[in-house]
């Protein structure tokens, strides 16, 4: 008799449900359709023979098999990450296929020096890139859907190595005589309560600053909150709070043609920028000259 045995496709869909525990959620995770991953873990839990998941409430409640399943189907994508890593790691460093994923207030500012400077140097490298929240690229990176990720720090992560490339130093952006900022010297004290503009919940950029910039009163935060860093842009020229931002993204044109003011702050305040790896890989050497080439590529964007 034919045994029909799982496919890696099927177990990492199964994990993001066990994740998600809800089926639109996982799938979106999966970058597919809803009906697609439904019959997915259908024919998953056919080739197994049993039931993973109980559909019967709103939320997906994982069977006592579906939980030893997920503890297996773990160990099976460790392995099948671990002989991936072995077969890369045969390559020419910086060759061939390599996907990374990029928090969305590092990558704009720096794939515009980077992808050129790669282009020069490795014109054999194809790079794969994912533009993703921290806790997104962060599960990508441990399914195997990335290589290695590069976002800011510090962010909590297990079963990972990390490199860490330079400090990003927070600026104090304002609008031209703000009516934020009557005091002489910048004095986060002394700002009104609901000044701050911050980016919406879920950014790391937003605890960052909070942490960096030392703001221990949440009343100075104005309850207004972006999206992106363009619209954080468009809230402080109106003129409807001050806001910190890093120092990599003062060479976009973003923060150069905005007509704002920006300062240095009377206190240390900095992100780390690093990269982040499965600890099973066998390329750290490889992923560690890739931020070289980013501090690199990035430094001389200053110049």
Not at 88 to 112: D, E, H, R, W, Y
């Amino acid at each position: 008799m034919n045994q029909h045995y799982p496919t890696i496709k099927q177990l990492s869909y199964f994990l993001a449900l066990v994740e998600h525990n809800h089926f639109g959620k996982a799938a979106d995770s999966c970058f597919v359709s809803q009906s697609a991953f439904s019959v997915a873990i259908k024919d998953l839990e056919n080739a197994l023979g049993g039931q993973l998941v109980d559909r019967t409430n709103k939320k997906v409640t994982v069977t006592n098999l579906g939980r030893e399943i997920n503890r297996q189907a773990q160990q099976v994508m460790r392995e099948m990450n671990h002989m991936l890593d072995i077969a890369k790691g045969q390559l020419k460093p910086l060759s061939g296929n390599l996907s990374i994923g990029i928090i969305p207030t590092i990558s704009p500012f720096v794939l515009a020096p980077l992808l050129p400077l790669l282009s020069q140097t490795h014109p054999e490298l194809q790079l794969d890139i994912h533009e993703g929240q921290s806790d997104q690229i962060y599960q990508q990176l441990m399914q195997g859907q990335l290589d290695v990720i590069l976002l800011a720090m510090p962010y909590d992560m297990r079963s990972v190595e990390t490199h860490l490339l330079w400090q990003d130093e927070f600026r104090l952006l304002a609008a031209d005589n703000s009516r934020w900022l009557l005091q002489q010297t910048f004095d986060l004290e002394q700002v009104a309560d609901g000044s701050v503009l911050l980016l919406e919940d879920g950014h790391c950029l937003r605890d960052h600053a909070l942490s960096a910039c030392h703001i221990k009163n949440i009343d100075k935060v104005s309850q207004l909150a972006s999206s992106s860093l363009l619209t954080l842009v468009e809230l402080v020229k109106q003129d409807l709070g001050i806001s910190f931002v890093p120092e990599m993204a003062l060479q976009s044109p973003l923060i150069q043609q905005s007509g704002l003011a920006v300062d240095k702050l009377p206190f240390e305040a900095s992100r780390g920028i690093g990269l982040a790896w499965r600890q099973s890989s066998t390329r750290a050497d490889e992923f560690k000259q890739l931020g070289a080439l980013v501090k690199e590529a990035c430094q001389s964007s200053k110049n």
